[in-house]
Nanobody, 119 residues
Framework: QVQLVESGGGLVQPGGSLRLSCAAS????????MGWYRQAPGKQRELVAA???????NYADSVKGRFTISRNSAKNTVYLQMNSLKPEDTAVYYC?????????????WGQGTQVTVSS
């Protein structure tokens, strides 16, 4: 069983920055793809950024150039640096870890952290 614990959310003014952290209970980065998702009220959960086992990253178009996903394998932690925040970035942000192989698939979620962008 893998546990993911997010932190770093909060209230920030438009144009500000936040860094989210997701601490995993074990060293899973060698086998898992990690991702940050978000869900705003009344909307579906969407992928914000992801980093593969091989450290390839991809981003939603809406956050490209503003958000950066990274990881520290020594700390079993993945980060989401969010700059130039906009009110539309307001959502609960979730950390995800997943991997699959022949006949098996694992998918874990954190509890979420609220990000509110408002003046």
């Amino acid at each position: 069983q893998v546990q993911l614990v997010e932190s770093g959310g909060g209230l920030v003014q438009p144009g500000g920055s936040l860094r989210l952290s997701c601490a995993a209970s074990g060293n899973i980065f060698s086998i898992a793809a990690m991702g940050w998702y978000r869900q705003a009220p009344g909307k579906q959960r969407e992928l914000v950024a992801a980093i593969s086992r091989g450290a390839t990253t991809n981003y939603a178009d809406s956050v490209k150039g503003r958000f950066t996903i990274s990881r520290n394998s020594a700390k079993n932690t993945v980060y989401l640096q969010m700059n130039s925040l906009k009110p539309e970035d307001t959502a609960v942000y979730y950390c995800n870890a997943g991997w699959a192989g022949p006949g098996y698939e694992y998918d874990y979620w954190g509890q979420g952290t609220q990000v509110t962008v408002s003046s």
